[in-house]
């Protein structure tokens, strides 16, 4: 299974950084070729293979790193390429200021992006992990959880297994619907984390639920 990420941003170096030691050959494509050489070599990463947007397109899954605002004019551009591979969403519908968001609240980033290329198999994932999680998931012996959601339930499994073996507790997250309601956590995370002093290390950690360290 071949998994590429696109962009070299906070989030693009975070699960490039946290994915390589459990993905084979893991493809990363970014303008910034210069950048994206830089963090390869001052992080060791041996089994990063980097590439241009049009490669990582060839991979099973792909990962855009990109702003809510980017990704779907990215995606409908890139329609063809796009049929038939399975998609991983992390965006959130913010706001230039973060104060709200873009869309109506029977709507979500994840469903926009699936309506705006139906071939395409969207699974949302990490929509609640802020860049800063990456360096330490665990706090205070606790894994930070992922939920993990599609309306495509073989991709869905797919990806969950992709990010077992990751230091996060992998959850079944049900339908993209339920991005309604992940998405706006977000941005309540932030607001609770800026007034207590902890941004943006801040994730989210469901108690009392029965599970080990990931699904499998």
Known sequence: MKVSIIGTGRMGSGLVKTLEPYVNELFWASRDKERMESFI??????RIVPVSYTEALEADIIIPTLWFRDVIPWAKENKEQLANKILVDITNPFTEDFTDFTLDWGNSAAEELQMSIPDTKIVGAFKNTFFQVFENPIHEGLESDVYVTSDHESAKQMVMT?????PFR??????????RTIERL?????EIAIRYGNYPYVSNRLFGMKMGHSIN
Do not use: I
């Open 41 to 46: 070599h001052a992080n060791k990463l041996t």
């Open 162 to 166: 992709l990010l077992s073996p990751l």
């Open 186 to 190: 977000t941005l309540f995370e932030r």
């Open 170 to 179: 992998v959850m079944d997250g049900g339908k993209l619907k339920n991005n």
